[in-house]
């Protein structure tokens, strides 16, 4: 049994904070262990909720055409969340929630050593943007180490206001050069984190 595997089960059991009550299933995440991009989202929804996989809902399935337009498939690509079980009523997050579930993540992240993480919306954007404002840096990159993070808009607001949409597919359409320049900075490891507009 891989690493991964091991510790989505590991997720799966887990009971420290109180979504662990009214959660139907956990939703780990899902995709390679070996993936070069990892999308992080909010928390699961009802679709979520129901099958224990990420993203499968309305805007997950928006997100899998935003995948699609940049040549890959969501096979290829990692995608978890902030926190892996469905608050109540699809509430937001509570930070007490936030913090319970921040190991798993970060132990994610330290398996799959993604060259690019993109964050989906304010929560897993707040994580590694602190104090920023998505509408002020989505499609803007910081490198911190050797890992690239990338924020955007979560694909469910273009489902509520259609005027984001160009903008999510303008963000999504930088995703290959923000690979690209992943890979070219695969030596330079350390480098103080800094942040660059593509």
């Known amino acids: 049994m891989s690493a991964l595997v091991e510790l989505n089960a590991e997720i799966e059991r887990c009971r420290n904070c109180e979504l662990a009550k009214h959660r139907t299933k956990v939703v780990p995440g899902e995709g390679p262990e070996n993936a070069r991009l990892l999308f992080i989202g909010e928390a699961p929804g009802w679709y979520e909720d129901q099958s224990g996989r990420p993203f499968v809902g309305p805007a997950g399935q928006y997100l899998d055409q935003l995948i699609g337009m940049i040549g890959l498939k969501r096979s290829q690509v990692f995608i978890a969340n902030v926190i892996k079980c469905r608050p109540p009523d699809n509430r937001d997050p509570l930070p007490g929630e936030i ?79 923000v690979l690209a320049e992943a890979d070219a900075a695969t030596e330079e490891k350390d480098k103080p984190a800094q942040l660059t507009m593509f």
């Open 99 to 177: 913090q319970s579930c921040g190991k798993w993540l970060e132990s994610q992240l330290e398996l799959i050593r993604p060259k690019v993480v993109v964050t989906l919306g304010r929560y897993s954007m707040a994580k590694y943007f602190p104090g920023e404002s998505i509408s002020k840096i989505h499609g803007r990159a910081r490198r911190v180490n050797n890992i690239i993070y990338f924020a955007m808009y979560h694909p469910a607001a273009a489902l509520h206001q259609g005027n984001l949409r160009k903008v999510i597919e303008a963000d999504m359409l930088k995703l290959p050069g």
